[in-house]
């Protein structure tokens, strides 16, 4: 058994890899109309690989299903001692058995949706290539075996969801929203790497060793440096606290929690199916997975921490996406939202539940953008609700999705019965736990309270701002004739996917209930709470959480209210909305919200343009002062070197040169004296011989 799983995992990893490679490195004229079927049935094979490990290890008694783990040394590191090295491997735990089928079954849907959605684009092939090579990244954080590998694929995602960010790269706005993307995401591994190297500082070459069936050996160290310290989870030291905090920094790049959230609305930029897989099954649930493998290591402060940025990005997400018009824009603020849950649920020590909630939401999240694409692709690429209307009568497969989908992410039940859509399974457990903790911290002297009553309201905000979307779109009368009359529904390989998400979203709930709840040994809501607030007794305040949660999901019918506020409202169109955002108050949080609470503009102001002046003062630094100075240094250089050559031109070759014209002068004198003519010669004797005479005489006559 140990041996299948493995393989199997290895198979579906490498699978996307393959055929991405294929993709581009064959020619475009043999594969621009077979890539799409080439990676969709890679990608089946990929999930089917998934789906046959899953039941291998759930055939397999309880008490046998240990971790399983494939180590290949890569590098050697001698200078940490024998045996150490850089692995390469596999990691298979329960964990991983959850995340593989949903990741593999969701990006299958998704390349089947693009078959259709990308069909006559100039770069079909290339897509489904940089679609493969994104999966194949994402299953390499699943899959991982180490820190190290983790990383490697953590930067592998973001470097390809760049590229498909980016996809229609001819656009102004594809280009901006990957490079923001890009920055925001290295903003957040650089905490992420701050993290890393505290624990690499305190652990040494443990950080670097892969994990192992009994946990992972990085644990099993950071224990015994612990104890040495005289420290624990329960009395952590700070270094352990700011550790948990840098590396879940990478997960607010990854998941864009606040403040690293504005990158995720901006990502609609890309294609359709690219929206649909980045907000559902990859990039932004690998932050909330890599938060759940660093677990055991978050302290209590760290805890703390986690929660109030969940919080935070719920709660200002949801009403962010009460305003938007932009069908996409809502889903993608919808997201945020939701992340916002599974990081709160994380911090509140309901892990268990937020995992859940990360797979449940990847399925009717994928389907809502798929729909949306199907109206965005029948409305001629208008994306905007106020032109839509009506559309239920042209797409009722769309429509019928669409509205499970609400549902699903509304947390809709039927009161008093087991009958539920898959978020209330979710979502009703991370409430839980925020009641819980939330209590517990106010007993310690927190604002407690706001751990659970900013989830319970954003619970009735949700099938609010879905129920207003779902008006805007599907219902109601044309509000653009013209687009109406020729809507008209999606292609079998745009809707067949969302059918089957749509059912994945009602039956991932009693699955995952099955599954990783109520079969699963992993620790509970209390425990988790329990975990990281040490000394408190909080099975009462589980119960009473349940009690609560249950009395407002269920009994108080809050779903049906709010769904149905925002199907009446919005049924007419805007006319409504438009005189409630008048009301004094209610125009204040409207505007607010309408801006995305100015976080773009304040990021345009202290960032970009203070990035930009800063560039602006460099420049001029190094324009005027350093190139003024080199320039200063090279002209007196220059000038030296001038002077120095008139120097040596003017007055040591003019000095030997006038030596050597004096020689000259004086021999040509000389020369000319000796003509070879004898009279000339007799001539000088006798003259030379009456000179010396006359000297002789005056010499005489001086003496006397």
Sequence with gaps: MPHSIITLMLIALLAPLVSSTVCILATRRLLFKGAGYLTTAVMAGALACSIIALFTWLGTPVDQRHALVLNIPWIPLPGFGPGHALYLGILADPLTMAMMPMVTGISTLVHIYSIGYMHGDKRYNLFFAYLSLFTFSMLGIVLANSVIMLFVFWELVGLTSYLLIGFWFEKRGP??????????????????????????????????????????SMFNVLANVLAAEGHSLANPPLWLTVAGIGLFFGAIGKSAQFPLHTWLPDAMEGPTPVSSIVHSATMVAAGVYLTGRIYPILTPG??????????????????????????????????LSQLGYMVLGMGVGAWTFALFHLITHAFFKCCLFQCSGS?????????????????????????????????????????????????????????AGSISYGDVMAHAGYLGKLFWLGPIVIAYVTPFYMGRSFALTFLGKPRDQHLH??????????????????????????????????????????????????????????????HMTHALLLSGFGWIIALGAGILMYVPGMAISSRIVKIPGVNLLYTWALNKFYFDALYDVF???????????????????????????????????????????????????????????????LRSTQPGKIRIYVLMFFSSAALVTLLVVISAIALR
Excluded at 197 to 203: D, P, V
Excluded at 487 to 513: D, N, T
Excluded at 621 to 649: C, F, H, P, Q, W
């Design 175 to 216: 280009q901006l929203a990957c490079k923001k993307a890009f920055v925001m995401n290295r903003i957040g591994d650089a905490g992420f790497l701050v993290g890393f190297g505290i624990l690499f500082y305190k652990l040494g070459g443990a950080m670097l060793l892969p994990a192992t069936a009994d946990s992972g």
């Design 375 to 431: 109206v965005i692709h029948a409305a001629h690429h208008q994306q905007d609700m106020r032109h839509y209307g009506g559309l239920g009568k042209k797409m009722p497969i769309t429509m019928a999705c669409y509205a499970i989908c609400t549902l699903a992410i509304a947390g809709a039940s039927i009161p008093f019965t087991t009958i539920a859509m898959s978020g209330f399974f979710s979502k009703d457990g991370i409430i």
């Design 485 to 546: 009359d020729h809507a008209h529904e999606a292609p079998l390989a745009m809707w067949f996917p969302q059918v089957c998400l749509a059912i994945m979203a009602i039956a991932s709930g009693y699955l995952g209930w099955k599954t990783l709840i109520l079969g699963s040994e992993a620790p509970m809501l209390a425990q988790g709470v329990a975990a990281i607030i040490p000394g408190e007794v909080i099975e009462a305040h589980h119960s009473h959480g349940m």
């Design 607 to 669: 960032t970009v343009s203070m990035g930009k002046f800063v560039a602006v003062v460099c420049a001029a630094v190094d324009k005027y002062l350093v190139d003024g100075l080199v320039n200063l240094a090279g002209s007196t250089v220059r000038e030296i070197a001038m002077l120095s050559g008139k120097v040596d031109k003017h007055i040591v070759d003019g000095g030997v040169n006038g030596v050597a014209a004096m020689a000259q002068g004086a021999g040509d004198m």
């Design 302 to 335: 760290a805890h703390l921490f986690i929660s109030t940025i969940g919080l935070v990005t719920l709660v200002m997400a949801a009403f962010m996406a009460m305003v938007m018009t932009d069908i996409k824009r809502v889903l993608a603020y919808s997201t």
